[in-house]
């Protein structure tokens, strides 16, 4: 992007000038537009009456000097228009109005001049229009921005992105429509030309409360209500929902049943039934993990597609980057739980860094200048964050010890244990600690804490099931045998496998605060302070109660008193002459000293006293606004009497000579300028001529050798190939699609595919787990067995091979012993048809790496080695029957076995594998013949039929009926 100077420097004086006389000399009329310029900055009423004053004439932007406070209009304003964003675009911070761009357009370049990263912190209550800010510093970004195709489709999966986190992450609540229940912070990444070329979501502390239970008036996520409402009949169909909102519980009310779903101990699998109320949290606990994981999985996606994908770009050499902070504001509510205090935990955080940052901006500021800094006493809220999170002391680390501890720990002992730690603390109280005052505004089961912005109280009750926020172990089990790919990946295996306790939930989010504090304070910061001006969401009205709550604990009075500690008002020097140069002799009309010297010669004609003002390197500082408007006003008069002055001169100036001149020079201008015109569209039609005749006499010569005529053609044609080849490129191995490529280029484009296919096949096969090359080579052997062969093998291709069906600890102790310390590579239960009369009988079949087992129950039926089985055969209809054929000489069998699975191809596979018997399976159509012992031999006719039905016929045979699912 182009920092517009030719723009900045052609505004030069008379921007700078129109910008600071529309801020100063409306001051009475509608406030300052900073706060820093404001007389009595101590005073509460002061603050808010100027944030009234601007409120009522639409302007909802004011500063305290770079940070922007915002107040919600609740209406749509003619302020951010694309001529908006034009007028902010490259234009010094104080050149304009305040506004939510100059904000955005002072980050962005201050990322490009000085290479730094930078963040933009947007903080306020529920309603406060935090969310739309962000989307106005997104929108600004999207148009303002140098554009490509990379670019725009980045800029609009960014603008996108918002729409499906605000479907799944926001609510209707009593304060707010489409209020935002989780934290957001986004870095916008720029390539080195300025242009947003990829982006990354960090999402923090998701109310998956809210899934479950929702306060009197207030409603689930968005998503729930879209579905059902937007979704058309098909989809809702194929999702087995109704479209009545009512129907569900969860989106009215928690209906709660009894159910058992499992304790595991270290020595043997009990089921344990559950009551109704611990029936009704292990559903409650399981909504809320899905959500919450689907939620993960949702900011993953989003964050793969707007993933920076440019080699030039290594872990040292990366984007500059620009992040947003959309994260809830401190919330005091009458019922206050885990989730306030977690978020007010935050919001304690975010203002320690706010102080931390604004003093070390100040100081920095003073020290580059040269001027004296002088100490500034402020809150520092350390001593409430500390209180909160402090190892072994602190009220997280209390309350995960009572999770952790082993015994019957309850709420009302957290709040014990807090007593007693921490009771003696000045920022902590309950109702047993509080003189007889204080009790009566808290009840039992509630501690408060005096946070900076105000008393808050915490009612403990739910602490521990949230901070535990645990799932059963056979509900995580549950969901890891979903079918659903998305639940497969929100509940990997792996966790199955971990015998760690999870961290809680407030220690997880203690530790993602500290990461984004570190990604906080890596970054150059920029403010903005969201307003909510009333709770009716009523455009005009401004309630001077609630926004003096706001004001409190958004730390504003105490972030003015630290900007006003030292000088109200600081510019450099070239910009404060250029204004105020004619209230001088001296440096009027023009000063040809260095600006210092003319600002030193200027303040002292005005009559600054010493303790008014200081001089820096670059700036002057002046300590009261009083001086500044004493000297805006002295600027007024002096311009009003110039103006005059000026007037009176032009109206005595010889009209017909400047008649003269102007007409000269526009005559000397208009030929000069159409002349320039013509050759310019001489130029134009000569080139394109020469290019039609190029592309003609090319075209002519295509299928000659290369020469002269035909060069750029051919030329052409080979670089229009291969940039439509690289746009259609094949997204993967199964993608056998290819542009065709001119006869030039037809052995290049076919070295280019096999290229483009190894690559693609060599980057499939990096990503393949071991587990998962196992499933392959076993659908690789079922698809050479019984592929266009066997009925039900298309509706077995879908489904993944499970490693066994029978787990080891579900087998009879003495099978295992008879076992030793043979491996059992596959196990799965089986119906097994008696040689007389055909029988059923339950069985289990296991597979080992030399034989096959038949057992029942702790009893051993038959072993059949892998060495004697002669072969396997099995029909072609989608019956789950097979025949195992063994040797008749062998004393030890009993003829062949006759099987049934529920799950033949898999079994059949699993069986091939082990033995190498894949090539002796034998799939028959209409009978198979076994061998019965003593040489007597048996048959099995299959045939088909509208269900499975297994029988002995009249004629002796064992007769198969199965329904015909696939045509061969």
């Known amino acids: 992007m182009k920092f517009r100077s030719g723009r900045a420097g052609a505004q030069g004086s008379e921007g700078i000038r129109l910008a600071m006389e529309s801020a100063l000399t409306a001051r009475d009329r509608v406030g300052v537009q900073d706060f820093v310029l404001l007389e009595n900055f101590t005073s509460e009423a002061a603050f808010i009456e100027n944030l009234r004053k601007r409120f009522k004439e639409n302007l909802i932007y004011t500063y305290i000097s770079s940070v922007l406070v915002s107040v919600n209009p609740y209406k749509e304003l003619e302020i951010y228009t694309k001529q908006h964003m034009e007028r902010y675009r490259g234009v010094n911070f104080y050149e304009v109005s305040p506004h939510i761009y100059a904000v955005s357009d002072n980050s962005y370049r201050s990322m490009r001049s000085e290479q730094k990263d930078q963040c933009i912190l947007i903080s306020g209550e529920s309603g406060a229009g935090k969310t739309e800010a962000s989307k106005k510093i997104l929108q600004y970004y999207a148009v303002t921005c140098p554009a490509s195709v990379r ?30 229940r989780f934290g957001k912070y986004m870095d916008i990444q720029f390539d080195f030309r300025g242009a947003p070329v990829g982006g990354h979501i960090l999402n923090y502390l998701l109310e998956k409360s809210r899934v479950i239970h929702q306060s009197h008036g207030e409603r689930n996520f968005h998503i729930f209500y879209q579905l059902i409402d937007g979704g058309d009949e098909d989809l809702l169909r194929r999702l087995g929902l109704e479209r009545n909102a009512q129907s569900y519980q969860y989106l009215v009310k928690v209906r709660r049943e009894g159910v058992g779903p499992r304790v595991q101990p270290n020595t043997a699998l009990l089921i344990s039934p559950l009551n109704v109320e611990q029936a009704a949290y292990a559903r409650d606990a399981l909504a809320k993990a899905i959500y919450g994981r689907t939620f993960s999985w ?51 955080k975010l203002q320690q860094l706010f102080i931390e940052l604004t003093l070390k901006s100040e100081q920095e500021e003073y020290e580059a200048e040269g001027i004296a800094w002088e100490p500034v006493q402020y809150f520092n809220n350390k001593i409430i964050c500390d209180l909160v999170e402090e190892k072994h002391k602190g009220i997280i680390s209390i309350l995960d010890e009572e999770c952790l501890r082993p015994g019957d720990a309850t709420d009302l002992t957290f709040l014990e244990k807090l007593e007693e730690t921490v009771g003696k603390h000045p920022h902590f109280v309950t109702h047993k600690l509080a003189d007889q005052k204080t009790r009566k505004t808290l009840v039992r089961e509630e501690f408060r804490l005096l946070h900076y912005a105000g008393e808050v109280n915490y009612n403990v009750t739910g602490f521990l099931d949230k901070n535990n926020d645990l799932l059963f172990r056979n509900l995580k089990e549950a969901m890891c045998e979903s079918g659903n790919g998305i639940l497969q990946q929100c509940f990997e295996r792996g ?107 200027l303040v002292q004609h005005l009559g600054y006293k010493p303790e008014d003002y200081k001089l820096g390197r670059t ?131 076919e070295l280019l595919r096999d290229l483009n296919m190894r690559n693609m096949v060599q980057s499939y096969c990096k990503r393949i787990t071991q587990e998962w090359k196992q499933q392959l080579e076993q659908k690789v052997v079922a698809s050479e067995v019984f592929k266009d062969k066997k009925d039900n093998y298309p509706q077995s291709v879908p489904k993944l091979f499970v490693n066994t069906r029978i787990a080891t600890s579900e087998l009879n102790s003495k099978v295992l012993q008879l076992l030793q310390s043979e491996q059992i590579k596959y196990a799965v239960a089986v119906t097994k048809y008696d040689r007389n009369g055909y029988r059923p009988r339950a069985r289990q079949l296991l597979v080992t790496p030399d034989s096959a087992l038949i057992m029942e129950e702790a009893k051993l039926k038959q072993k059949i080695d892998y060495v004697n089985l002669n072969g396997i055969s099995v029909s072609s209809l989608s019956d789950g029957l097979f025949v195992l054929h063994v040797p008749c000489e062998d004393n030890k069998q009993k003829g062949d076995v006759v099987l049934r699975s529920d799950h033949v191809i898999e079994t059949l596979t699993k069986l091939a594998i082990a033995a190498d018997k894949a090539s002796s399976i034998n799939i028959n159509q209409g009978s198979i013949k076994f061998t019965i012992k003593h040489g007597k031999e048996g048959i099995i006719d299959f045939t088909s039929g ?23």
């Open 151 to 180: 670019v725009e489709e980045v800029r609009d999966r960014l603008l996108q992105s918002n729409p499906v986190l605000e479907a799944f992450g926001n609510a209707k609540t009593l304060r707010n429509d489409n209020s935002s």
């Open 298 to 348: 949702l900011v993953l996606k989003i964050n793969k597609s707007l993933a920076h994908r440019d080699s030039t770009y290594s872990a040292r050499n990366r984007p500059n980057v620009i992040g947003l902070l959309d994260i809830y504001g401190f919330e005091v509510f009458q019922h206050n739980s885990f989730e306030q205090f977690c978020i007010n935990y935050c919001n304690e």
């Open 619 to 749: 700036k002057i500082f002046i300590r009261f606004p009083k001086t500044l408007f004493a000297t805006e006003d002295a600027f007024e008069l002096q311009k009003h009497t110039i103006a005059t002055k000026i007037q009176a001169e032009w109206r005595g100036f010889h009209q017909k000579q400047k008649y003269q001149k102007i007409r000269s020079s526009a005559i000397t201008i208009q030929s000069w300028w159409r002349g320039e015109l013509g050759r310019k569209i001489a130029r134009r039609r000569k080139n394109a001529a020469l290019t039609i005749r190029r592309f003609i006499k090319g075209f002519i010569y295509r299928h000659k050798p290369r020469c002269p005529e035909n060069e750029y053609f051919l030329d052409y044609v080979r670089y229009s190939f291969l940039m439509k080849l690289k746009r259609n490129l094949p997204k993967n191995v199964l993608d056998k699609s290819w542009p065709v490529p001119p006869p030039a280029l037809s052995e290049a484009s």
């Open 495 to 601: 966790e199955l496998d971990d015998k760690k306790r999870p961290e809680t939930a407030a220690t997880q989010f203690k530790t993602s605060l500290a990461k984004l504090m570190e990604i906080l304070m890596s970054k150059e910061p920029s403010y903005v302070r969201c307003i909510k001006p009333n709770d009716a969401k009523q455009s005009g009205r401004f309630d001077e109660v609630l926004i003096r709550h706001q004001v409190k604990y958004l730390g504003l009075l105490e972030n003015l008193r630290v900007r006003r500690a030292g000088f109200a008002y600081r510019r450099k020097y070239e910009i404060f002459l250029q204004r105020y140069k004619s209230l001088c002799s001296e440096t009027w009309p023009n000063w040809r000293g260095p600006p210092s010297e003319g600002v030193a010669t």
């Open 946 to 968: 509208s269900e499975l039905i297994i029988s002995k016929s009249k004629n002796g045979h064992l007769s198969v009926v199965a329904p015909r699912l696939n045509s061969r």
